[in-house]
């Protein structure tokens, strides 16, 4: 199946003149007249490179986005370290399907994305009108412990840069370790798609640095509580977790399951599932097709 490419034209509000643009990219895979819409949104320093196998198989059924957040894969960057806040990228991908004429969506979110996926789905105006039909939350939920998030916090934006592949790959597999037993090609898929070429040769993280100044702007990490827009989503929810996960704890999804959440763990690993093997990308690709 075909990958098409695509960008949004966004009024840039962090410039320093009006008239500014910056632009949101995706990858888009699936039959373009399919009304059935899937959104898929990566973590924190990922992109949307990361649910290509997901795609591919979820695009027999859907028409699937896959978004580069701001500051990520090929989507500008901001002008402002402040912009890289939940607001901002709620609001990009608001104006994204709205200028697709999208009016209901599956979503798919990992970490960071499915955090932003609880914000639209829980979000009264997106509850009254039913934008999304089912949400998919991937190793994610509405109690997010600031003891997980602040190794990850003291990660972003400060990954070394490389001179060849192999020690990149080499770099990818310590820190996405946690993702569980992967196959040579998708480690190298990971290190491609992670990587943009740096001036005078070489790579770097395909990602703004700034975007773990903003995130430790503030100090040492806190608790996110997300229960207020989770009580009020009202489609059907499906939570994978990782069964050594420090960032969706065991007694969180326990809570979510009795809210009627259907969660699925996987045994040996922790943030996140990579949703690039098989067993996983079929637990999604049916649930969606239920």
């Known amino acids: 199946m075909n990958m098409r490419k695509g960008q949004f034209q966004i009024n840039d509000r962090f410039a320093d003149r009006l008239g500014a643009f910056r632009h949101l990219a995706y990858s888009e895979w699936g039959e373009a007249e399919n009304p059935r819409v899937a959104v898929c949104v990566h973590g924190m320093t990922r992109n949307g490179r990361d649910f290509d196998f997901l795609a591919e198989a979820l695009g027999e059924s859907h028409r699937v986005f896959c978004l580069d957040l701001p500051g990520r894969g090929e989507s500008d960057w901001l002008r402002e370290a402040g912009g890289y806040m939940p607001a901002t990228y709620v609001s990009d991908i608001r104006g994204l399907l709205a200028s697709l004429d999208i009016d209901e969506v599956d979503w798919i979110g990992t970490s960071l ?98 975007i773990g100044e903003a995130l430790r702007a503030n100090g040492p990490m806190r608790d996110i509580e997300l229960w207020p827009w989770w009580r009020r989503i009202e489609c059907p929810v499906l939570a994978l977790r990782g069964a050594e996960s420090k960032i969706l704890p065991a007694e969180t999804a326990a809570e979510m399951r009795q809210d009627g959440a259907e969660v699925i763990e996987y045994p040996g690993i922790g943030h996140t599932p990579s949703l690039m093997v098989a067993e996983q990308i079929e637990a999604v690709t049916a649930w969606l097709r239920g």
């Open 113 to 210: 994305g499915g955090s932003l996926g609880m914000l639209i789905a829980g979000d009264e105006d997106a509850v009254a009108r039913g934008l999304v039909r089912r949400l998919v939350l991937n190793d994610i939920g509405p109690f997010l412990p600031a003891s997980g998030m602040e190794p990850i916090a003291e990660r972003v934006g400060r990954a070394p840069d490389f001179n060849d592949l192999e020690v990149a790959e080499g770099y990818q597999k310590q820190v996405c370790a946690e993702w569980g037993e992967l196959s040579d090609e998708i480690w190298m898929h990971l290190t491609l798609h992670s990587l943009r070429p740096r001036d005078g040769g070489g790579f770097a993280y395909h990602h703004d640095p700034a």
